[in-house]
């Protein structure tokens, strides 16, 4: 399985940037799918997370009420619906596949990552 993520940008705090992962290669429908953010100095983190089955979704405490995560299964493709983004939120975001997963926010769990893109929210 391989993922590319795009949608990365710089926007101004206050705004909103869509990030999508595509998947390719052997069977992605049957993968869970997360965001993670990775800043200097500290450890990737989960953002949002979507199990396999699509039935169980997950947001860090930070992003709830502003990121929302789908899931496209006939494109094959997640999507991080970013609003009201502040200068916390930047970082480089990357998507995560776990094969059959329950879409846990923990990094451990994936074995499968994107190039990541860059968000940079600044006025």
């Known amino acids: 399985l391989q993922l590319v993520e795009s949608g990365g940008g710089l926007v101004q705090p206050g705004g909103s940037l869509k990030l999508s992962c595509t998947a390719s290669?052997?069977?992605?429908?049957?993968?869970?799918y997360g965001w993670f953010r990775e800043v200097p100095g500290k450890e990737r983190e989960g953002v949002s997370t979507i199990s396999s089955r699509g039935d169980v979704i997950r947001y860090a405490d930070s992003v709830k009420g502003r990121f929302t995560i789908s899931r496209d299964k006939d494109k094959n493709t997640v999507y991080l619906q970013m609003n009201n983004l502040g200068p916390e939120d930047t970082g480089i975001y990357y998507c995560g596949a776990e094969y059959l997963g329950p879409g846990a926010l923990g990094i451990s769990e994936y074995d499968t990552w994107g190039q990541g893109t860059q968000v940079t929210v600044a006025s």
């Open positions: 290669g052997e069977s992605p429908y049957y993968y869970a």
